[in-house]
């Protein structure tokens, strides 16, 4: 079975800059999780979609990231402009059960650094 | 939003057993405790989980109190490769009234393993 799948693996970009990332899930898992990592901090989760829908955007900054999930299986996370202080690790994962009842599995991540 | 406390760090001997103790006092009667690694560089790895009982599966074994205030994740015979930082997880609604679920990682502890 493939594994959560991301791209790209790292990102170097200038502050006000704007940046996406990309996310393919586990064939079949419904429900689907973006992740921010600082360094030395565990990962926080920013949302949560459940096929298309989004469950929990509560940590999510609407003012500059935005994300979604067209036709329930890919997903992208944008940043725009980004701020020095989103240079994090942004982690994917996806769970094989409805809501998120199940194991995350996650993927590699995506490295940011914003100068 | 963290409800577990684990020690930062912890060194361990190749071919011991590793004990990583994890107290969850606020859990609720209905909440899952997870754990999780991640290798550097690597996205989270799950490891298990438990509700009551005492679990066990091809990694580790969860032992959890009588009360649920605390658990203990055991490595029966730590390899260098198992050189990570453990999370130990409380699975918590994603909502306060929907049916779905997001964890909440802590720091973790850092656990390596020496020859």
């Known amino acids: 079975e493939a594994g959560v799948a991301q791209s790209p693996r790292y990102k170097i970009i200038e502050k006000r800059q704007s940046v996406a990332f990309w996310c393919n899930p586990i064939s079949g898992h419904a429900t689907l999780y973006w992740y921010q990592q600082i360094l030395g901090q565990g990962p926080k989760l920013l949302i949560q979609?459940?096929?298309?829908?989004?469950?929990?955007d509560s940590q999510l900054p609407k003012d500059r990231f935005s994300a979604e999930r067209l036709k329930g299986v890919d997903s992208t996370l944008k940043i725009q402009p980004a701020k020095l202080e989103d240079s994090a690790v942004y982690l994917c994962?996806?769970?094989?059960?409805?809501?998120?009842?199940?194991?995350?599995?996650f993927g590699p991540g995506t490295r940011l650094l914003v100068l | 939003d963290a409800k577990t406390t684990q020690p930062t760090s912890m060194d361990c001997a190749e071919g011991r057993a590793a004990n990583l103790p994890c107290n969850h006092s606020?859990?609720?009667?209905?909440?899952?405790v997870y754990w999780y690694r991640q290798i550097h560089s690597q996205g989270p790895q799950y490891i298990i989980h438990?509700?009551?009982n005492n679990e066990t599966n091809e990694m580790a074994s969860l032992i959890i109190t009588e009360d649920r205030k605390s658990s203990t994740l055991i490595l029966p015979h730590a390899t260098l490769r198992d050189t990570a930082v453990y999370y130990c997880?409380?699975?918590?609604?994603?909502?306060?009234?929907?049916?779905?679920?997001?964890?909440?990682f802590g720091a973790g502890t850092t656990v390596t393993v020496r020859a």
């Open positions: 979609f459940q096929n298309n829908g989004v469950v929990d």
């Open positions: 994962a996806s769970s094989s059960r409805p809501r998120g009842a199940e194991t995350q599995y």
């Open positions: 606020t859990i609720s009667g209905n909440e899952y």
């Open positions: 997880i409380v699975r918590v609604a994603s909502t306060a009234s929907s049916n779905d679920y997001k964890l909440s």
């Open positions: 438990g509700l009551k």
